[in-house]
């Protein structure tokens, strides 16, 4: 069993930037990809990024790319998601997800845990 808690949400103003952390706890936290999905009110979930169990070549959703980051501290059992250039549009309850997994994982219907979610909210 894996528990995930995000944090670091809340009210920015479009520009700024937030990191999102997420914390796992349960064992074997190195073995499994981490994704950072989003749920804007009235539109189904979506994926934002993820990224491996080492940590290297996240993977974004075009719509955050060159903006978001994601990085992993497999020591700390955290996952992080830097979030720049914030626009009005990235408004959304943010989720992180874990999955067993050596690869990179894009759906939501693919992830095993789930996070209760952070709200960020950005004003134009």
Known sequence: QVQLVESGGGLVQAGDSLRLTCVASGRAFSTYSMGWFRQAPGKEREFVG???WSGDTPYYADSVKGRFT????????TVYLQMNSLKPEDTAVYYCA???SFRI???TREYDYWGQG??????S
Do not use: E, F, G, P
């Not at 994601?70 to 059992?77: G, H, L, V």
């Not at 952070?118 to 004003?123: H, I």
């Open 70 to 77: 994601i990085s992993r501290d497999n020591a700390k059992n």
């Open 105 to 107: 994982v894009t759906t």
């Open 118 to 123: 952070t709200q960020v909210t950005v004003s």
């Open 50 to 52: 993820a990224i491996r």
């Open 98 to 100: 874990a999955v067993l």
